[in-house]
């Protein structure tokens, strides 16, 4: 066993001990703390700092596409079919329903749910009468607030096959 250096004692490294650069004799000055009030400390913690400030997401009305520009809709508007998504799970079809129907005439309004409970799942599918009507639609119903939430309308986007949205 190695005998005890007081010197060694508590270190845990193997490497050559490190000094500072201040010497021994070196005097410092002592450090005052400043003290704050309790009434100070909640203050400070509920005011935005400079570097939490440019961590703060964008709120909707906000938020743009990285150039300035208001959100734009992503897929574009080919088919009568629409893709309304960002729905409060709240919503009916009829009130989808009502809600397109001040743009155009609604054929058929549909919100796609779980099929094991039957509840939304934030999304669905309205189809308009005509393609104008749709891009009309997509132009006045896109990133408005519906039910307390911003509607994302899209033009829906072609299948081969017309799946079973239930699922």
Do not use: C
């Amino acid at each position: 066993m190695k005998p005890s250096n007081s010197r060694n004692s508590g270190r845990r490294g193997r490497g050559p001990r490190r000094r500072n650069d201040r010497s021994r004799n070196e005097v410092r000055a002592p450090q005052t703390p400043t003290k704050t009030s309790l009434w100070a400390k909640i203050l400070a913690f509920f005011k935005p700092s400079a570097k939490s400030a440019s961590k703060v997401r964008p709120t909707n009305e906000t938020r743009s596409n990285g150039r300035g520009a208001p959100r734009q809709p992503a897929a574009e508007v080919t088919t009568t079919k629409l893709y309304v998504g960002n729905l409060s799970y709240e919503t009916t079809e009829s009130d989808l329903q009502e809600l397109f129907n001040g743009v155009g005439i609604v054929q058929t309004a549909e919100i796609v749910t779980h099929k094991h409970n039957d509840r939304s799942k934030g999304f669905g599918f309205v189809a308009m009468a005509t393609v104008d009507e749709a891009q009309r639609a997509v132009t006045e119903l896109h990133d408005r607030e519906f039910m307390g939430r911003k509607l994302i309308v899209n033009g829906a986007k072609a299948s081969d096959r017309e799946p079973d949205y239930r699922g």
